[in-house]
Structures are given as C-alpha cells and as structure tokens.
C-alpha cells in the first residue's frame, strides 16, 4: 500500500548532488522537520514530466513560499546527474533532484510503476506530497500517469 498521510517517510536514501558532487541523502534527513512538497515523477525529459508537472512547480515558487514551504523536493528514478540537467534547463535550481536510480525510495514509498512495456522499465509514478515534521499530510497520485492535474504545485498547496 502506497504512503498515505499520517505515514512517518521511511527510513530510506536517494542521491542528491552537492557542490563535491553526487552522493547519499537519507530522506527523513533531507526533509528534517521542514515544511516539505516531496512530488514524483516518471522520468525527467518526458513529455508531461517536462511540459506540465516540473513547470508548475518551477513557476509556482512564490505560492509555495507564501504557503510556508521551505523546501521542494523532485523525485524520479533517473540518475542525478539527468535530474540536475533537466533542472536546469527549467530554472528550478529552487528544487532539490532526489536521483532513485535503484528504486529503493520508490519501493519505500510504494509508487513503483511498470512501464516496461514502452521501454521505460521501473518506474516511479507520477505524485506528489504534504510533508510536516517527517510525516505526511496530504499524498496525492494520478490514476494515469500522462495526467497532471492533482500533483501539480497548485493542487498539493490546496493541502498546505
């Protein structure tokens, strides 16, 4: 069963890019006891991944200050360095890239996806979460992942 609020985040680590490069990031750490947006994607460059979720995100950083977000966390099981480039090509440098190229935090979490028959293998499914103290608040998916509508920036807000 996916993480659901009122679920502590488990104790589980990605890769994020520091300015030594790439290395480990526990998530209950990296999130500490900030008012977080933790969202996921399927891959970075694809097409609503890249045209409508990581948008809404980069452009709606000042609802998100307003909201008291302190921090906004991408996901995906791309490596990290695909996620900093994508990143960066959107202007987002406000959104921390949390690489899963092993899937651990997707398994964690349970939003796996299997889009092995299109050629994308694992995957992690399009969502996005509330987080408060290291617990969720609010988790929101989407049914189909070619959606956005209830993982976009302003959606989650609706919860902050």
Do not use: Y
Not at 95 to 107: C, E, F, P, Q, W
Not at 128 to 141: P, S
């Amino acid at each position: 069963m996916p993480i659901a609020a009122g679920d502590a985040l488990p104790d589980v680590s990605g890769t994020v890019m520091s300015d030594s490069g790439p290395g480990p990031a526990n998530l209950r750490e990296l999130v500490g006891d900030k008012k977080t947006v933790i969202f996921g994607v399927p891959g970075a460059f694809t097409p609503t991944c890249t045209n409508d979720h990581l948008p809404t995100f980069a452009v709606g950083k000042d609802q998100l200050d307003a909201a008291g977000i302190e921090q906004t966390i991408c996901m995906s099981t791309n490596d990290i360095f695909v996620l900093q480039a994508w990143n960066a090509a959107h202007g987002a440098e406000h959104i921390t890239m949390l690489a899963d190229g092993s899937g651990d935090v997707t398994r964690a979490l349970d939003v796996g996806l299997d889009l092995g028959g299109i050629g994308l293998g694992f995957r992690c499914t399009r969502f996005a979460m509330l987080v408060e103290g290291g617990v969720v608040k609010a988790f929101q998916t989407e049914e189909n992942p070619g959606a956005c509508a209830l993982t976009s920036a302003a959606a989650i807000l609706e919860h902050a």
